[in-house]
């Protein structure tokens, strides 16, 4: 299995300091050429020598590794990592490290793919000055393609994250709602920026001056308040929400999807807020359960009877208790795996399945709370 990141060095300097930081960074698989690797030792056996040419090399990486550090000069890097490139959501990162290690630089692919957080681990095992050269992170504030991306964040589309970005660090006017979600998502010494307003809900949002927008909420928003928004206006979707189910056995895998999907659209909640499902134990080998969440990546909580009769429910039943041991499955289910006190949907019965939603309770994140 690969490692996350490969080094390449093509000079007995930059093939000294790749295995030296090989040492040093977890995963890391270090490539040399071979041709000037005869007075090098590989103490600790992580380098892989080649005689091909660099520029056959490095298309093979960069399809295969989450991150490139390249021991050469810029300008060679650029020209061969240029035919390479695809999408910014998928390209790896790429930084790059003069032979002497006195500077790395993130290359490409700084927020999405981690560059510059690689780039300032990789400065401080080498004792190195990092160079980040993206606007936010020189200005010191969030990144809009980067929010929430620690906590899975995802965002609806990326049509407006161009713009969005550009009219962050060119300090325009910005209104910024959040509905759901952890509250921590300032990076670590980051500051707000003053023209960012904290808006408290959708009304003081929409009154608000305001050239872009970025919202974080797991509702799907109703075309009046997309219209009223904008095109400026990035929507973020936190996997804030917990979807207790229950089913006869053998609910086909398309019973339950459509039951999902169908509940999530009357509810006006989105489904890439979903964080997990969660049932009762004894369904943990149902087939169709286990489809569906494979399908979505979605994680599936289960629990025993006894945890379930701990959630006191408004009607209990006999019929559920004679199957699975609980007096009920969907609606404590959701409960127990959010954390939550109430529930955002209680119990509907639709053919063989039950569900039932819970937003996630997230406790306040310690340190900064963006407010």
């Known amino acids: 299995m690969a490692k996350r990141y490969a080094a390449v060095a093509i000079t007995v300097n930059g093939i000294r300091l790749a295995l030296k930081l090989g040492e040093r960074l977890a995963d890391t698989e270090v490539f040399y050429y071979a041709k000037y690797s005869e007075n090098v030792q590989d103490n600790a056996g992580i380098g892989r020598a080649f005689a091909e040419p660099v520029k056959a090399l490095l298309p093979k990486l960069f399809r295969q590794y989450e991150g490139l550090i390249l021991f050469f000069s810029l300008g060679a890097a650029v ?127 929409q009154e608000a001056p305001f050239s872009a927008a970025v919202v974080i909420t797991d509702r799907q928003l109703p075309e009046p308040e997309a219209a009223a928004l904008g095109e400026r206006t990035v929507v973020y979707h936190p996997r804030s929400l917990v979807l207790g189910l229950g089913c006869n056995r053998g609910t086909p895998l398309e019973e339950l999807e459509a039951v999902v999907q169908g509940t999530l659209a009357e509810l006006g909640l989105s489904l890439l807020s979903v964080r997990n499902a969660a049932t009762a134990a004894v369904k943990g080998d149902e087939a169709g359960l286990l489809a569906l969440c494979a399908k979505y990546g979605w994680e599936l909580a289960l629990f025993s009877p006894e945890e379930l009769n701990m959630v006191a429910l408004e009607q209990p039943s006999e019929i559920v208790f004679k199957a699975t041991g609980a007096y009920g499955v969907c609606e404590p289910a959701a409960l127990l795996s959010s954390g939550a006190r109430d529930l955002v949907l209680k119990k509907k019965k639709s053919g063989n399945a039950t569900i039932a939603i819970a937003r996630v309770s997230f406790a306040e994140t310690e340190g900064n709370k963006n407010e």
């Not at 061969?80 to 790059?96: F, S």
């Not at 790395?104 to 990092?130: C, E, F, I």
């Not at 809009?144 to 009219?167: C, H, I, N, P, Q």
């Open 79 to 205: 020209r061969l990592i240029a035919p390479l490139l695809e999408d910014k959501r998928t390209d790896p990162a790429v930084i790059v490290i003069d032979e002497r290690g006195e500077h790395v630089v993130s290359m490409l692919s700084g927020h999405l793919g981690g560059a510059n957080r690689l780039t300032r681990q990789v400065a401080q095992l080498l004792d190195s000055h990092p160079v980040i050269t993206t606007a936010s992170d020189v200005q010191g504030t969030f990144a809009v393609d980067l929010l929430g991306s620690e906590f899975g964040w995802r965002a609806e589309s990326f049509a407006a994250m161009k713009t969005v970005s550009a009219a962050l660090v060119n300090g325009e006017a910005v209104a910024f709602l959040q509905e759901s979600g952890e509250r921590g998502w300032l990076p670590p010494g980051a500051v707000l920026p003053e023209h960012v307003r904290l808006c408290g809900s959708m009304a003081e949002l």
